[in-house]
């Protein structure tokens, strides 16, 4: 991915936990989500019906849908109710890291990509990770909770979602991808509201950090997100988690005053060494795999 791409990319999406706690704090979570899917989706389906883009269609417009379930709904809802008991910004950040190593098994599975030892190893060193990061938090609870439980469902529906995007929705616009997975999720979202407690606790931080979820998040982050899966690929793309987390702990420190535990701060560290060695793994098969298909096409005959 080229540095800009990368950069911007990786703000947006750091920025979207201490803004996403921020809301929480001061809203349902569902009552947030509503605005953020069905005002995202409002924003992005004008913007692509102004570029006149292509919207998808039978097939490939039912796969948008399910992308949209997954990494949009499914995630964001398991996310912020999570926020909403107590997980910190940072804790949500850590989890959600793994991508990397998730997408790298997802990858071999359906997309038949390599898994070196070298990726195995980092799937390893991922499990660890995970487990020290929520190691202060399974011995204040005495074991896995809810909190634990739905970051880790967040964290595989993210990475189902982005290897199922490569796989089918790559030749779609980003724009129009991004605006249908708006408004799908935005279906059992306002499903949830109807059942759940709807409260706002204090207005003002609500009003604005809700429209920064919005504006950053939902629609600029989300759209980045997607047109670099389109361009980039799942796995690229999913290497940039290994330092999100990072950003999103200095972002929560900035915002939140929420300093990382010692559990976080080993997960962290050990994150991103296993996104390291799943990314020196994969440059290692392509290395390999390069030479490979320029011999086959040299063996080729000549017109």
């Known amino acids: 991915m080229p540095l800009g791409a990368a950069s911007a990319l990786t703000f947006f ?129 005495g074991g896995v909770d809810t909190v634990v439980l739905l970051l880790i469902v967040a964290l595989v529906s993210l990475a189902v979602g982005g290897v199922y995007q490569q796989r089918f929705c790559s030749d779609v616009d980003f724009r129009a991808s991004a605006a249908l997975q708006n408004g799908v999720a935005l279906l059992p979202v306002a499903a949830l509201a109807t059942v759940m407690p709807w409260h706002v606790t204090d207005p003002w931080k609500a009003a604005g950090a809700v429209a920064a979820v919005v504006l950053f998040n939902a629609t600029l982050c989300m759209s980045l997100y997607v047109r670099a899966i389109n361009n980039y690929g799942a796995a690229a793309v999913a290497m940039l988690f290994a330092v ?44 390999v795999a390069s030479p490979t298909a320029s011999t086959m096409r040299a063996a080729l005959p000549s017109d």
Not at 259 to 269: E, M, S
Request: proline letters at 4%.
């Open 244 to 287: 999100i987390p990072a950003v999103a702990g200095l972002l929560s420190w900035a915002m939140l005053g929420e300093r990382p535990d010692i559990g976080i701060a080993v997960g962290l560290v050990i994150g991103a060494l296993a996104c390291w060695l799943n990314a020196r793994g994969a440059r290692r098969q392509r290395s």
């Open 13 to 141: 999406y750091a920025l979207g936990y201490p803004i996403g706690a921020l809301a929480v704090s001061a809203m349902s979570p569902m009552a947030v989500l509503v605005f953020r899917f069905g005002l995202a989706g409002a924003i992005l389906s004008g913007w692509a019906l102004a570029a006149r883009v292509k919207w998808p269609t039978g097939r490939a417009l039912v796969h948008v849908l399910i992308t949209g379930l997954l990494t949009q709904a499914l995630q964001f809802i398991c996310l912020y109710i999570a926020l909403m008991h107590g997980a910190p910004a940072v804790l949500g950040a850590v989890v959600i890291s793994m991508n990397p190593v998730i997408t790298a098994v997802l990858a071999a599975m359906f997309l038949s990509e390599n898994l070196s030892w070298t990726r195995v190893g980092a799937l390893v060193l991922g499990v660890v990770a995970v487990l020290a990061a929520c190691a202060g938090r399974l011995l204040a609870i």
